[in-house]
Every structure is written in structure tokens, then in C-alpha cells.
């Protein structure tokens, strides 16, 4: 695949350059965490981003309690820094004023860099003890300081996005990370279009609904981790019924262009419409390539509504 396949796109008004597709880190969390790798691989995998352009790298100080920043970290050392935009996450316990700035450093030793190029705001806080006022300051403070180049947020709903706009005066933010993928679409109601309206822009994570949007798993065939028993969309049966359904159609789709379920799956957040930036998570280097292979290529308008069609057939339940 050649470079020119992937396009970039600038991250809010004022943010970085990223590949319109990019690599989710969290894979490297190592096995506690439930997500055991192999190192070489996932160098494989960051190694394979650089070279078809992918730039854009997303991990977080709790993968693996620093374990998966590290692991980027060296692989920003192999594969040089400047060829990658970094973006990490602060953890949601470290949302006060100086607790942000210690983690920040903290993220920032870990991945050996001398900033961070997005960071953001994991999940508002849970317990709404921490007001939002002292966590975004916390975070204009580091973007002043040069140790971050752009803020973000994750999982920020409509209203918490409205205040935290509201108490930033000298940075915007620039993203916002949601769950988004055919399956999972509860963003398109309200707050896709409040951070289109805003100028925010959507990373959408888990974008193939942890694997299932892959076409390897049935019903009969599960992952064989803690997906199996601890994913809705993996563990509840009617799920899975539906996840094969969709798969069906995707994979006739897939096979007629010379793709695969994956990259079908990826190009629909692409560029079916809704412009996202997807952050697969690879775990090694031939996921990675076929994850990129997801751009660069448009599905046929009837396509698209063979696909819209049977996902407004579709809907996830979920643990009760
Ligand atoms: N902000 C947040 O709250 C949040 C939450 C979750 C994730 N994230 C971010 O989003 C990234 C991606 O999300 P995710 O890992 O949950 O879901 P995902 O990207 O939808 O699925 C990733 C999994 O799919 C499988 N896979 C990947 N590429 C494949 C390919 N080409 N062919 C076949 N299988 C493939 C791999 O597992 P197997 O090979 O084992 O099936 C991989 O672990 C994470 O790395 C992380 O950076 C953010």
C-alpha cells in the first residue's frame, strides 16, 4: 500500500496532522491487564503504521498501569519520534490540579518524549466529586507550559463538554474519544453533532467492536480471553446472532472490492458519512497493515444502503 492512500486530517481547528486512521496502543497493557503481547509484535505493528503512514498513536497511563506507554515509548526510540503524532490519556483518580500535572510528567517519562501531542481527559470524572474547572486549567496549564500540544477529551458527553468549553479561554479541544463502530452508534443522537458543531473531532474507539467486526468470530467460535465472558456483544448470544448477520453483508461487500470484513468495517466510519477517526487496536504487524488498507478506497452509494439497511435491523443489548 502506498502512502498516498491515507489522507490527514487536523485534529479540531488548531490540533495536529493524524492519518485519517490510526493504531490504538491499548493492546500493549500486558497480560494482568488481561491484554498479554509480545513486544516484537507490537513493534511490528507500530513499525508497519510508520511505513503505509500511519501517524497517529493512542495509549493511555492506565493501559497497564504505564505498561502500554512504555511499550511506545521504545517504539517511538526504534521508529523515530517525529513520525508519530502521540496521544495519551490521564487517568480518571487523577483529575485534580496537581495530580494532572505529576501524571502528565509521569506519561511524558514513560514515552520518552519532550511533549505529548494530544492528552486527554480519559472518562469525566465518575463520582463528580473532582468539579471540571480545576482538571481543564490543570490541562491549559500543560498546553502553556509546551508540555502537551492539544487538548482532549474521552467519553465527554454533550453536557460535559459544554462546561469544559465553557472554562478553557486560551486552548480549544480539539477531539473528543468515543465508542463508535456499526454496531455501537448511540453518539450519533447528540453528541456527534454537538463536536461537529464545535469543531471537535471524533476518535472512535474500539471501531470494530473489539474484533467482532472482523468476521472471525461466530457464535461457535469466541475469543478465547476476557472477551468471551465480559463483552456484551461477545457473551450475550442474541449479539452474536446479530454480529454474524452484519458480517454476512459486509464480507459480499468486502469480497467484491478485493477487501476484507475488517477494512469494510473501518472504511464505513471513514467514509460513509461520518468522518471519524478510527484508532484500531493491532497486534502485530498484519493487522496493522490490513487495518490502514481500510482507506484509500469507497464502497458504492448501494452498498452503503445495503449496510445502513441491515444495521437498522441490528441492536446490541447489553449486561443488565
Ligand atoms: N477512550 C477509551 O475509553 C477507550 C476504550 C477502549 C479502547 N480505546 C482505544 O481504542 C483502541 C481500539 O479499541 P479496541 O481494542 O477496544 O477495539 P478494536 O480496535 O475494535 O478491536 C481490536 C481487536 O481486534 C482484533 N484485530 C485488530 N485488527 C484486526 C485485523 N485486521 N484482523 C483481525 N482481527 C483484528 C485484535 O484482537 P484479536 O486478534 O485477539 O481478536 C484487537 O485486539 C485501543 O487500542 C485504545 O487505544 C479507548
Given amino acids: 500500500m502506498s502512502i ?9 481547528k488548531t490540533g495536529p496532522m493524524v492519518s485519517q486512521i490510526g493504531i490504538g496502543a491499548m493492546q500493549a497493557s500486558g497480560a494482568q491487564a488481561g491484554w498479554p503481547y509480545v513486544e516484537e509484535e507490537i513493534f511490528d505493528a507500530i ?45 480518571g483518580q487523577h483529575l485534580r490540579y496537581d495530580e494532572l500535572q505529576k501524571a502528565c ?10 511533549e505529548i501531542d ?7 470524572d465518575p463520582w463528580e466529586q473532582i468539579p471540571l474547572k480545576y482538571t481543564m486549567k490543570s490541562l491549559e496549564k500543560l498546553y502553556r507550559d509546551g508540555k502537551i500540544r492539544a487538548i482532549g477529551v474521552s467519553n465527554f458527553a454533550v453536557r460535559d463538554l459544554e462546561e469544559a468549553l465553557t472554562i478553557l479561554s486560551k486552548a480549544e479541544i480539539v477531539s473528543n474519544q468515543l465508542r463508535y463502530n456499526m454496531l455501537q452508534r448511540e453518539i450519533e ?18 471501531p470494530m467492536a473489539q474484533g467482532a467486526l472482523t468476521g472471525k468470530y461466530t457464535l461457535g467460535k469466541l ?18 446472532a446479530q454480529v454474524e448477520r452484519v458480517n454476512k453483508i459486509i464480507k459480499e461487500i468486502a469480497t467484491y472490492h478485493g477487501k476484507t470484513v475488517s477494512q469494510v468495517a473501518l472504511n464505513w466510519l471513514v467514509y460513509a458519512g461520518s468522518d471519524v477517526i478510527p484508532i484500531p487496536g493491532a497486534k502485530n ?17 448501494q452498498e452503503v444502503s445495503r449496510i445502513s439497511k441491515v444495521l437498522a435491523e441490528t441492536k446490541i443489548s447489553y449486561f443488565p
Fill in 47 to 91: 513499525g508497519v503504521s510508520k511505513e503505509v503512514g500511519v501517524n497517529f498513536i493512542d495509549t493511555a497511563e492506565e493501559y497497564g498501569q504505564g505498561e502500554s506507554e512504555r511499550v511506545v515509548g521504545k517504539a517511538l526510540k526504534k521508529f523515530g519520534r517525529e513520525n508519530f503524532i502521540v496521544a495519551s490519556k490521564v487517568y
Fill in 105 to 114: 510528567n509521569a506519561s511524558i517519562e514513560r514515552l520518552g518524549v519532550r
Fill in 189 to 206: 443522537e447528540e453528541v456527534m453533532p454537538f463536536c461537529r458543531k464545535n469543531s471537535i473531532s471524533i476518535i472512535a474507539w474500539s
Fill in 285 to 301: 504487524g498484519v493487522q496493522a497493515r490490513e487495518n490502514a488498507g481500510a482507506s484509500g478506497w469507497k464502497m458504492e452509494e
Fill in 118 to 124: 494530544l492528552y486527554q481527559v480519559h472518562w469525566p
Fill in 223 to 240: 475469543p478465547g480471553d476476557y472477551r468471551a465472558t465480559k463483552s456484551s456483544i461477545f457473551s450475550l448470544p442474541e449479539n452474536m
Fill in 4 to 12: 498516498r492512500q491515507l489522507e490527514y486530517v487536523k485534529l479540531g
